[in-house]
């Protein structure tokens, strides 16, 4: 994998008949048949995003004005995401309007696999089998347009296929995906590990237009600030690293296993 990847891609697939009302597992297994990518790293994908849960209440007011913003249980970018698959493209790849992906869930899940279908081609990956062959594509799916940061989000990814879930989503469905050993290929990706802590589990720079270097100690340090974030772990660092954010942090902190990214070192 290239440490950036900006894919154009067309629409030259139609979605199944009688899409819209799907519910998630028919959707995941639907979006299977439709476009060959693996039911469950769609469900991975959505688990990893937004437990699927599409927050719809909160996404009406960021409709394209908030970049960072991910819509529906697959949590599709903004029109203006520095990479990724967007609301808009995976919209226009099923024909649809994009506000019927963000209430959809199953629309949503097919749009997803529709524009995963037409980056695998797009990267010339040939013939993608087993769940670890989509792992390029995977990367690109993150958003960003970091080395590091698609290597994190492909990390996450795969570390939560292997050890698998079962969860009732919020529309009432139980999803489940089999605990597996995924064998990942070797992949060309500019990714480096804090090398000052154990507990830092990847670093993925932070735009340098974010933050100053004020050259200090760690003895200068005195106190720690904690927000909360309102947006996938993902999310908030591909924003971090986006220019246009003016706003950074030394770390996230994925909530739901405490997974961390430093992303501005401490001086």
């Given amino acids: 994998m290239s440490a950036s990847l900006f894919l154009a891609l067309s629409c030259t697939s139609s979605p199944p008949d009688d899409a819209s009302g ?10 299977e048949a439709e476009y060959g990518v693996p039911r469950d790293l769609l469900a991975t994908l959505a688990y990893a ?96 347009d970091d080395g590091s940061g698609q290597a994190s989000y492909v990390r996450q990814v795969y570390r939560l296929m292997e050890s698998g879930f079962a969860v009732r989503t ?38 340098s237009s974010n933050y100053t270097n004020q050259s200090r100690g760690s003895g200068d340090i005195d106190t720690i600030v904690v927000h909360t974030a309102q947006g996938s772990y993902t999310s908030v660092y591909n924003w971090f690293a986006n220019s246009s954010a003016n706003a950074s942090a030394h770390y996230v902190i994925r909530s739901s296993d405490g997974e961390i990214t430093q992303m501005v070192w401490e001086e």
Avoid: K, Y
């Fill in 22 to 31: 799907l519910s998630l597992p028919v959707a995941l297994e639907a979006a």
């Fill in 49 to 144: 995003e937004t437990r699927f849960n599409p927050h719809l209440e909160e996404l009406e007011t960021h409709l394209g004005s908030h970049p960072e913003a991910r819509f529906g249980v697959m949590g599709l970018t903004g029109e203006q995401s520095p990479g990724g698959p967007t609301l808009d493209s995976a919209a226009a790849c099923l024909g649809r309007e994009p506000a019927t992906l963000i209430h959809d869930p199953g629309l949503n899940v097919l749009g997803a696999a529709c524009v995963l279908e037409q980056a695998s081609r797009e990267l010339g990956e040939g013939e993608l089998v087993r769940e670890a062959d989509w792992a390029e594509v995977v990367g690109w799916f993150s958003g960003s």
């Fill in 170 to 207: 919020p529309q009432g469905d139980w999803i489940e995906v089999e605990p597996r050993e995924v064998d990942l290929p070797m992949l060309d990706l500019d990714f480096r590990a804090s090398g000052d802590s154990s507990l830092i589990s990847n670093f993925v720079a932070a735009s």
